[in-house]
């Protein structure tokens, strides 16, 4: 069905035809028994799929990755989806409006996506309201980062400010320094300014009854110096692992003419483009700290082959956003049943 429709659901701009299908999903699940009728033909559901991480049980490695349901709106459709879990985000404390329109656009001969969003949502306020009616049984994972107006300097504030407003309604954070479409926000990166951010999460969250385990969300071009230093960091601030990874600023290698892609502009490449460099860096940290701690991998995944590269490399778990929108909501279910074929 989605393969029928994606040519007509292509021609609309990228916000747009986001916002059209998930309203069609919405739709279909406040029908009577239909919610319950998608949910049985997309799930996959065997022992076999179940994985502990972080001291959570997910029903199978296979999670929505952040920016896709900014601001956790759809969470009960996702579930019906069939995802094992869903990472909302990015959250900040303040409501804010992103970076000018059109900052979304589709790479077809790549399957890729660029985007600029610029960490548009509604707020942590909002985010919080709508986490009090999330779906039982289903884990959700909170994506935070920082205003745009609010200095590096004080950015421990604004993933404080985040972390203590959704502390209730999450199972996990993720700390997101590695977008590259907030200015400056990737220099948060770096060795000194990043140890004290994540030290000073995890003396928040040390000062409650249960910790939430906090993952490090980090960008596909980071040097192997860069890498060895994550890989200090996350074990000496005793973070529960890592994502790897977030969108790149390289260009390189593309099928879609050169001069479109320029005209596109400045923004994070996700999808196919990144699937080899992500799993490289996914592979390296894995091997680096000797399995020390769990690693998400996200970046490229179109079918179940994608998503078992990523966990022989060393993930835990997988995250896909550019290959749903590539491949359609039975993306999950050929993931899911892949991994059962072995």
Known sequence: MYQMLKPLIFKLQPEKAHEWTMSLLVMACSIPGVGALLRAFYSVKSEVLEV?????????????????????KWLKQMRVLGFGFVEIGTITPLPQDGNPQPRLFRLPEDKGIINRM???????????????????GLIVGGNIGKNKITPNAEAE???????????????????????????GLR???????????????????GRRDVQRPIFLKIAPDLTDDQLDDIVDLVQAAGIAGVIATNTTISREGLKTPASDVERMGAGGLSGAPVR??????????????????PIIGVGGICNAEDAKEKLDAGASLVQVYSGLIHEGPALVKRINRGLLAG
Do not use: W
């Open 52 to 72: 502990e991480v972080a001291g959570l049980k997910f029903p199978n490695p296979v999670g929505l990755a952040a920016g896709f349901d900014k601001d956790a």
């Open 276 to 293: 080899e460099r992500s799993t490289e860096v996914i592979k390296y940290l894995h091997s680096k700290s000797n399995g020390a701690f």
């Open 187 to 205: 220099e948060l990166q770096e060795k000194e300014p990043l140890q004290r951010l994540l030290e000073t999460l995890m003396t928040e969250n």
């Open 118 to 136: 610029g960490f548009n949502n509604s707020g942590m306020v909002a985010a919080a309201s709508r986490l009090r009616r999330r779906p039982d």
């Open 157 to 183: 504030s604004d993933y404080v400010k985040c972390f203590n407003a959704l502390y209730d309604y999450v199972d996990y954070f993720v700390v997101n320094v590695s977008s590259p479409n907030t200015p």
